[in-house]
T-cell receptor, first 114, second 116 residues
Framework: AQSVTQLDSQVPVFEEAPVELRCNYSSSVSVYLFWYVQYPNQGLQLLLK??????LVKGINGFEAEFNKSQTSFHLRKPSVHISDTAEYFC????????????FGKGTSLLVTP | DTAVSQTPKYLVTQMGNDKSIKCEQNLGHDTMYWYKQDSKKFLKIMFSYNNKELIINETVPNRFSPKSPDKAHLNLHINSLELGDSAVYFC???????????????FGPGTRLTVL
């Protein structure tokens, strides 16, 4: 069975500072990894995904993530955040055993302040 | 153009009532999902349909019954609503290619259900 752990429930950061949101997963098979963002009172939007190939994945809005198989991690990073990045961020994993449904972590609330 | 739409956006109802939430996608996808987001924002898969066939049915009370009249629609009917059913319900869709899903899941805007 697969699971996802987002180590930080809340991450406060100042505008223009770098940020890293941590995600670890457990699965006995090959997985697909995703980061989604949810702005207040909205649906989920895909930031980036790792399916195969290069372990450094670039997404929208300047975000990137690195797949580390040995550490079973998929941390999300941005070198300089904006106020508009304030949102809830979800790491998710899917694999064949789950019917490719997304198994989400509990989310990390990113709060960017001036 | 809205890719995945849900109606209604808000639903307030009394305990014991029966209600339905509708979902439609215009992306040409063949797989659709229902997820539930609880008050702590935790998202969990409920159901998944591929080409109108149920492929995922997580541990959900049988008061919840999904129905897929065609590949573009997946509706969720809930009988005898309970307080604990209050949540935001998200529909999503994707494409299954060569037996493996590699495409992105696109989410609808959500339906906030409040049971009084």
């Amino acid at each position: 069975a697969q699971s996802v752990t987002q180590l930080d429930s809340q991450v406060p950061v100042f505008e223009e500072a770098p940020v890293e949101l941590r995600c670890n997963y457990s699965s006995s098979v090959s997985v697909y990894l995703f980061w989604y963002v949810q702005y207040p009172n909205q649906g989920l939007q895909l930031l980036l995904k790792y399916l195969s190939g290069s372990t450094l994945v670039k997404g929208i809005n300047g975000f990137e993530a690195e797949f580390n198989k040995s550490q079973t991690s998929f941390h999300l990073r941005k070198p300089s955040v904006h106020i508009s990045d304030t949102a809830e961020y979800f790491c998710a994993v899917s694999d064949y055993g789950s019917g490719y449904a997304l198994n989400f972590g509990k989310g990390t609330s990113l709060l960017v302040t001036p | 153009d809205t890719a995945v739409s849900q109606t209604p956006k808000y639903l307030v109802t009394q305990m014991g009532n029966d209600k339905s939430i509708k979902c439609e996608q215009n992306l040409g996808h063949d797989t659709m999902y229902w997820y539930k987001q609880d008050s702590k924002k935790f998202l969990k898969i409920m159901f998944s349909y591929n080409n109108k066939e149920l492929i995922i049915n997580e541990t959900v009370p049988n008061r919840f019954s999904p129905k897929s009249p065609d590949k573009a629609h997946l509706n969720l009917h809930i009988n005898s609503l309970e307080l604990g059913d209050s949540a935001v319900y998200f529909c999503a869709s994707s494409t299954r290619l060569a037996g493996a899903i590699t495409d992105t899941q696109y989410f609808g805007p959500g339906t906030r259900l409040t049971v009084l």
